[in-house]
């Protein structure tokens, strides 16, 4: 493990997701983010490109069920890979990013749709995940 990903002795080990190859490949050759979600569904990514999509052309609601199937998904591959509800889910580490930009564009759109429980939950669930993560994803 590198030195960023140093032992805590006070809490959880940081979960580091599985790199995604094909998806990540397939992004770069010029494949869309729609065409890929039928591929690779399991793609905390392919969801939060959606998400992100439908929020940009005013698609509130479409980016809100996006986000949710990346975010769950995004559960799905962290408790695969020993996650066990809490801990670090650093930004820094790429294959991460999609899970969390599935958890911030989740929490965006329960603002925009007036539910505030839920963007507040998001908010320190992402805070707790990384503290770097909402600055990063906010730009």
Do not use: C
Request: charged share 25%.
């Amino acid at each position: 493990m590198s030195d960023e990903f140093r032992k805590n002795l006070m809490g959880p080990e940081p979960t580091l997701l599985p790199e995604e190859p094909a998806v990540v490949g397939r992004l770069a050759a010029g494949d869309e983010a729609v065409d890929l979600a039928a591929k690779h569904p399991t793609s905390s990514l392919v969801w939060a490109i959606l998400a992100d999509e439908a929020y940009a052309e005013g698609r509130t609601i479409e980016s809100y069920a996006y986000a949710r199937t990346g975010y769950h998904r995004g559960l799905d591959a962290l408790r695969r890979s020993g996650w066990r509800g809490a801990g670090p889910i650093p930004y820094s580490h790429e294959p991460n990013r999609g899970f969390l930009r599935a958890l911030y564009a989740l929490g965006r759109a329960a603002a925009s749709i007036g539910e505030i429980e839920e963007a507040e939950r998001i908010a320190v669930f992402l805070r707790e995940s990384d503290p770097e993560a909402s600055a990063q994803l906010a730009n």
